[in-house]
């Protein structure tokens, strides 16, 4: 691929695109090699005509910023943040300094997050990050056991048994705040103190006025989810007392396909306010919401602490 000298000063590297710390040791040795005439291989970059996305040579790039470098060569392809992301989930999966322990499970859990990427094969999935099959099944089912574990924790309305996937908890409990309102008694206008209400997101952040009604609306979520529930019950105890009405149902391809689409429900439910757009549910451009504003527990699990 050709290569090209741009400006580092027009290089984004806050777009999301690095999945790894950045290692001041390593910084200092390739400033040091770079010093002493050693030729580094050019950094990656996307651009989308005004955005110059870096998603892999995040060590060659600071090293040259302490060697005061204006400028650095890049491999250059055009695309989108979006890409430059997807691009960064392969980045040093087989050279360079190699990644710090937990980065590539952090990776494959962003990717099992995503609505469009979770889609891909296992066996693709692997192959993009760099680890095997086996890893990204393991890495899946520890995510539902860990959503599976707090809903245990969390629901309050729904008892749990073994072959029951519950609904999520509520969101946070509303906190009432008061608000000045003009009324009128008579041909008198005061203003009085009336209650407001403030609803936060199952992180504990309070919920914009545009967005709170979809937050409310996640009971409809939980009551379809309790609706199944139901009919899975009905269902076991005819098997239990020998109906031979639900003599040709397998219980056991029943409660696994009841429980894919409780999953379905449970991971459509508003978890927390976007942190990337601050809830802007007209951003179509935000790559984290894709303009709903909100995202759900899956999303927000994946992603990294500092940015939630």
Not at 53 to 71: E, P, Q, S, T
Not at 154 to 173: A, L, Q, V
Not at 216 to 225: G, P, T, V
Request: proline share 5%; net charge positive; glycine share 6%.
């Amino acid at each position: 691929m050709p290569t090209k000298s741009i400006p580092i000063k027009d290089i984004l590297i806050d777009g999301g695109t690095q999945q790894r710390p950045v290692d001041d040791d390593v910084v200092k040795r390739y400033k040091a090699l770079m010093a002493d005439g050693v030729k580094f291989p050019p950094v990656c970059i996307v651009t989308d005509g005004n955005n110059n996305y870096l998603w892999d040579g995040f060590h060659r790039y600071f090293a040259h910023l302490r060697l005061g470098k204006k400028y650095i060569e890049a491999c250059v392809e055009n695309g989108t943040r979006r890409d430059a992301i997807f691009f960064s989930f392969k980045a040093n999966k087989e050279n360079a300094f190699p990644r710090q322990p937990g980065t590539a499970k952090g990776i494959v859990e962003k990717m099992l997050a995503d609505e469009e990427w979770s889609k891909m094969p296992q066996t693709e999935i692997a192959k993009w990050v760099g680890v095997t099959q086996g890893f990204v099944s393991k890495t899946l089912a520890e995510l539902m056991k860990q959503t599976e574990a707090k809903e245990q924790t969390d629901t309050k309305s729904y008892p749990i048994t073994s072959n029951r996937i519950e609904p999520e908890s509520e969101p946070k409990k509303e906190v009432s705040r008061s608000k000045t309102v003009k009324v009128k008694r008579g041909k008198s206008e005061y203003d009085q103190n009336v209650p407001e209400k403030k609803v936060l997101d199952s992180t504990g952040r309070q919920v914009p006025e545009h967005l709170v009604k979809y937050f409310e609306r996640a009971n409809e979520y939980r009551q379809m989810i309790k609706q199944l529930n139901d009919m899975f019950k009905t269902v076991r105890t005819g098997k239990e007392a020998g109906d031979l009405f639900y003599k040709f149902i397998k219980i056991e391809n029943l409660t696994a396909e009841i429980g894919n689409v409780k999953r379905i429900f449970r991971f459509a439910m508003p978890y927390a306010v976007c942190r990337f757009c601050g809830g802007d549910e007209n951003n179509d451009e935000c790559r984290s919401c894709g303009g709903a504003g909100f995202v759900n527990e899956m999303a927000y699990r994946a992603t990294p602490k500092e940015l939630q």
